[in-house]
């Protein structure tokens, strides 16, 4: 990932933003870049105030606010993507942020986070560091005593 991100993501944009260069000029190609950060600029305040009412509202109702934060997360990614200059990170950073595309990168999301957090058995060394017991059925060692603040 790391090579994908700090390699072949930099020569991609300076690869696209030679060619755009190329065909419309690199005055264009800047007034270009910078309408689209306006554009970009203008998405994220509006999907990011729409999704903090929808969280704020998901709050308030007392449901779990899974997809608003997952909506959140992804306007939060997008506009960072927003901010590098380019065209390549600037399409998906709007991809991301645009509402009616959100659905399937917040699926997206939702598998990796699973996939990230899933446990499926006993972690290990975990009783042997102190973090409970490898087996739900048999706890480990109660010590009883008394707190005593000084």
């Known amino acids: 990932m790391l090579l994908i991100a700090f390699v072949i993501v930099p020569i991609a944009e300076i690869y696209v933003l ?8 690199a005055w264009w190609t800047i007034v270009l870049l ?14 990011g105030g729409r999704a903090w009412r929808a969280l704020k509202s998901a709050l308030e109702s ?8 997952s909506d959140g997360a992804l306007i939060l990614i997008g506009g ?19 509402p ?10 939702g598998d ?3 996939r990230r957090l899933a446990v ?8 042997a560091r102190g973090f409970g017991s490898p087996d739900a059925r048999h706890p480990g060692p109660v010590v ?3 707190v005593v603040d000084d």
């Open 112 to 114: 990796v986070v699973t």
């Open 62 to 69: 007392g449901r779990m606010p899974a997809t608003e934060l």
């Open 120 to 127: 499926v058995g006993p972690v290990p060394g975990a009783a």
């Open 80 to 98: 960072t993507l927003m901010l590098s200059p380019g065209f390549v990170t600037d399409v998906f950073g709007i991809l991301l942020i645009l």
């Open 34 to 47: 910078v309408a689209d950060s306006i554009l970009g600029s203008w998405l994220i305040k509006r999907e």
């Open 100 to 109: 009616f595309t959100r659905p399937l990168f917040r699926r997206v999301l």
């Open 18 to 25: 030679i060619q755009v260069g190329q065909v419309i000029g």
């Open 144 to 146: 009883r005593g008394e």
